[in-house]
Nanobody
Framework: QVQLVESGGGLVQPGGSLRLSCAAS????????MGWYRQAPGKQRELVAS???????NTSGSVKGRFTISRDNAKNTVYLQMNSLKPEDTAVYYC????????????WGQGTQVTVSS
């Protein structure tokens, strides 16, 4: 059974930082592209950043320079370091595990709320 368990969300003031974590189980972690997506109220879910096991990253332009994705293959965990947070970063953040070329192997976490507000 595949599980992706996110943690680290919360309320932060503009300009602050948070680090999200996502612990994966039930998959061979190194075979998966790990990513973070977010969905704000009334908006579509969008990619924030992803990272392959080999270190290739893809980061949304709206967060580039502020957010950094990393992964620890030994711990089956992916992280999202979020700095200089803005109110427009407020959303539910979802962890994703996707196996390239195997569309059926695409898994989601339950989401963690990030609220940026003074």
């Amino acid at each position: 059974q595949v599980q992706l368990v996110e943690s680290g969300g919360g309320l932060v003031q503009p300009g602050g930082s948070l680090r999200l974590s996502c612990a994966a189980s039930g998959i061979t972690f190194s075979n998966y592209v790990m990513g973070w997506y977010r969905q704000a109220p009334g908006k579509q879910r969008e990619l924030v950043a992803s990272r392959t096991s080999g270190g290739i990253t893809n980061t949304s332009g709206s967060v580039k320079g502020r957010f950094t994705i990393s992964r620890d293959n030994a711990k089956n965990t992916v992280y999202l370091q979020m700095n200089s947070l803005k109110p427009e970063d407020t959303a539910v953040y979802y962890c994703n595990a996707r196996r390239s070329l195997v569309p059926s192997q695409n898994y989601w976490g339950q989401g963690t709320q990030v609220t940026v507000s003074s």
